[in-house]
C-alpha cells in the first residue's frame, strides 16, 4: 500500500487579543466579523521561507504596502501562492492596519467571508 503524506507549515501568528479595539472584540464574539492581530513579519530573523529581510528593506516595501492598506486593497491568500499576484477567487484576508513595534511588523486581518 503506498502511503500519502500531506505537508504543513504552520507559523504562528502571535495572535494577541490586546491589539483589538473593543468593538473588533465584540464582533469577534458575535460572529460579526473575524478580526485577527499580531505579529506579521520580523526584520533580521529567518521568517517561513527561510528569508532574513534586513530592516531597511523592510522599511521602504512597508511605505508602498501601507498605502495599499489605507486603499483597501491590502488582500492576502491562504499559504503561499506560487505568483505574488493575488487571485480574488483565493482571497481569505483583507489586511487592515500594519505598524512597526521594534524590529517587528504587526498587523490586522479581517478574515473574508470566502471559500479559501
Known amino acids: 500500500m503506498n502511503k ?3 505537508l504543513q507549515e504552520f507559523m504562528n501568528l ?3 487579543d490586546d491589539l483589538l479595539t473593543e468593538d473588533e472584540r465584540a464582533g469577534n464574539r458575535d460572529g460579526t466579523h473575524l478580526i485577527v492581530a499580531g ?3 520580523a ?3 529567518k521568517n517561513g521561507n527561510g528569508r532574513i529581510y534586513p530592516k531597511p528593506i523592510l522599511e521602504r516595501e512597508m511605505k508602498n504596502y501601507e498605502k495599499l492598506v489605507k486603499e483597501g486593497r491590502a488582500i492576502g491568500e491562504l499559504d503561499h501562492p506560487d505568483t ?3 487571485e480574488l477567487k483565493n482571497a481569505s484576508h483583507l489586511v487592515t492596519e500594519v505598524w512597526w513595534k521594534g524590529d517587528d511588523v504587526m498587523g490586522k486581518m479581517k478574515i473574508l467571508e470566502t471559500p479559501a
Open 14 to 16: 502571535d495572535y494577541s
Open 43 to 45: 526584520a533580521g530573523k
Open 4 to 6: 500519502k503524506y500531506v
Open 39 to 41: 505579529k506579521i513579519q
Open 84 to 86: 505574488s499576484v493575488v
